[in-house]
T-cell receptor
Framework: SAVISQKPSRDICQRGTSLTIQCQVDSQVTMMFWYRQQPGQSLTLIATANQGSEATYESGFVIDKFPISRPNLTFSTLTVSNMSPEDSSIYLC??????????FGEGSWLTVV | GENVEQHPSTLSVQEGDSAVIKCTYSDSASNYFPWYKQELGKGPQLIIDIRSNVGEKKDQRIAVTLNKTAKHFSLHITETQPEDSAVYFCAARAPGGATNKLIFGTGTLLAVQP
């Protein structure tokens, strides 16, 4: 398995501000992902964080709103920019270990007021 | 692209009974099917997974079955306990491309009544 630490675990943010979420893994991993889980909903992939290059975004998500960094094989950040109440969600970091097993962190619970 | 449907959305069982959650997928090329358990206030936890070359997999009280022809897979929990109460998500992954992208079902809220 993988130990995935996310910071912050929770935050209440003012609309119009930006927040950066950090994800640290206990070992090097090939792939890191960021998911969003809106209240009472399922998980939606935001982007794949690529080490040393720009992230790959899914349809409906753009770099200006969700800039992502991945400076090495154990760390990534997701920024939620210019937040609105609609951005209130759980943001989850996930990683691939082995061929295709995917593990999740505990999530960062954001409330935008 | 892949689409995953999950049923039921809520399931209430008595402690000791069995619970079954079913998922269907659309992409016949999908080859990996994990199940996650999400307790309140926590991230999703991988509980079991199955690959397309296997029809059934069991781990203690939890089992998953896969029917590739019908494109559906199911989670079976036997002898349910109150601590099994959580939201369960199924997912499917299609091969190809540069990512291991999982498509998730809509989730099942399982309540085990003591």
């Amino acid at each position: 398995s993988a130990v995935i630490s996310q910071k912050p675990s929770r935050d209440i943010c003012q609309r119009g501000t930006s927040l950066t979420i950090q994800c640290q893994v206990d070992s090097q991993v090939t792939m890191m992902f960021w998911y969003r889980q809106q209240p009472g909903q399922s998980l939606t992939l935001i982007a794949t964080a690529n080490q040393g290059s720009e992230a790959t975004y899914e349809s409906g998500f753009v770099i200006d709103k969700f800039p992502i960094s991945r400076p090495n094989l154990t760390f990534s950040t997701l920024t939620v920019s210019n937040m609105s109440p609609e951005d209130s969600s759980i943001y989850l970091c996930s990683v691939t270990k082995g061929a295709d097993t995917i593990y999740f962190g505990e999530g960062s619970w954001l409330t935008v007021v | 692209g892949e689409n995953v449907e999950q049923h039921p959305s809520t399931l209430s069982v008595q402690e000791g009974d069995s619970a079954v959650i079913k998922c269907t997928y659309s992409d016949s090329a999908s080859n990996y099917f994990p199940w996650y358990k999400q307790e309140l206030g926590k991230g999703p936890q991988l509980i079991i997974d199955i690959r397309s070359n296997v029809g059934e997999k069991k781990d203690q009280r939890i089992a998953v079955t896969l029917n590739k022809t019908a494109k559906h897979f199911s989670l079976h929990i036997t002898e349910t306990q109150p601590e099994d109460s959580a939201v369960y998500f199924c997912a499917a992954r299609a091969p190809g491309g540069a990512t291991n992208k999982l498509i998730f079902g809509t989730g099942t809220l399982l309540a085990v009544q003591p």
